[in-house]
């Protein structure tokens, strides 16, 4: 906005925000924004629309893969607005791999890595428990009119509106969900340090957020029904830890279910961690050293390569 705002808070006791607190906290409500529409969209996609009558039945989901194309929109958005929310005063990793990848290859501080970590995990915890404390009557009536296997009174469908498990093919081992998630948090990450590369063909600032969104909906529709890609571990293990503290027991922590997988829970920490950092050597090796010795050489542009224009501000 174009008028001054003036601050909550006296100037005088701003002073702490205006550093790591302040990105800290931007983390944190940026990745709250991001997880209180991620799983809300779950939530209605598994337990409200049944619920209320908009379906074929109570329990009656995923019909068709246009259900599938509702979740993996409405992640896309959440990360839209998380991203506009947090973009300005922390650069919005919302993702501890993300997070990792940068410091890694971006000289983001490694002394802040653990601080915005923290910031992550709590405000994905926050924002599962905002969603369950909007849908737990939907969640517990969805439960109720399930039948099969329960642990608590609770399903694992419903615990899908907050944290992943790996497919029925994989028959319980480790090494395809881990893989799953290696890859496709590697995309994520390369195709973040694709869009932001001022020496790329980078979109301008204020649509970063949204091919960033088009970015999580590409890797949802190709890659997410292997492990839920959660391609992040803080969207994993904080709505997790609120399940675990919410009554589905096992099933969150350390997230096994007889007969079908066991201690999961660090697949969606580990995996996306070291995808994070392939991506990011994936496309410094074989697209930003291209672009550094270009720029150093003084490279023409190629006939028909695209290069942002600069505006007055940039020149």
Request: proline share 6%; charged share 15%; glycine share 12%.
């Amino acid at each position: 906005m174009a008028v001054e705002i003036p601050p909550l808070i006296k100037p005088s006791r701003l002073r702490r925000r205006g550093g790591l607190w302040g990105e800290c906290l931007s983390e944190f409500l940026g990745t709250f924004v991001l997880i209180s529409f991620g799983c809300g969209v779950v939530a209605m996609a598994v337990a409200a629309l049944p619920g209320s009558g908009r379906t074929e039945g109570p329990t009656v989901i995923f019909l068709a893969a246009g259900d599938w194309l509702l979740i993996t929109w409405g992640w896309a958005m959440a990360v839209v607005m998380g991203v506009y929310v947090a973009g300005g005063v922390s650069g919005a990793h919302l993702n501890p791999a993300v997070t990792l990848a940068f410091a890694v290859r971006r000289k983001f501080a490694w002394a802040k890595v653990v601080p915005f970590w923290l910031s992550q995990l709590a405000g994905a915890f926050a924002g599962a428990a905002l969603v369950y404390w909007v849908y737990h009557d939907a969640i517990n009536a969805f439960d109720d009119a399930s039948k099969g296997p329960k642990t608590n009174g609770h399903t694992l469908a419903s615990f899908s509106i907050f944290a992943t498990f790996p497919a029925p093919y994989f028959n319980g081992g480790i090494w395809g969900p881990l893989i799953d998630q290696i890859v496709g948090t590697m995309f994520l990450v390369l195709l973040i340090v694709a869009i932001v590369d001022l020496r790329n063909t980078a979109v301008k600032a204020n649509l970063g957020p949204l091919i960033v969104g088009f970015a999580v909906a590409a890797i949802g529709m190709s890659y997410g029904a292997n492990a839920g890609y959660a391609i992040n571990p803080a969207r994993d293990l904080g709505p997790r830890l609120l399940t675990w503290a919410a009554g589905w027991q096992d099933l969150a922590m350390p997230g096994t279910l007889s007969g079908a997988f066991s201690s999961y829970w660090w697949i969606p920490i580990v995996g996306p961690l070291i995808g994070g950092v392939i991506g990011v050597l994936v496309y410094d090796l074989l697209i930003g050293d291209v672009l550094h010795i270009r720029a150093q050489q003084e490279i023409p542009a190629e006939v028909g390569r695209t290069r942002p224009e600069k505006g007055t501000d940039e020149e």
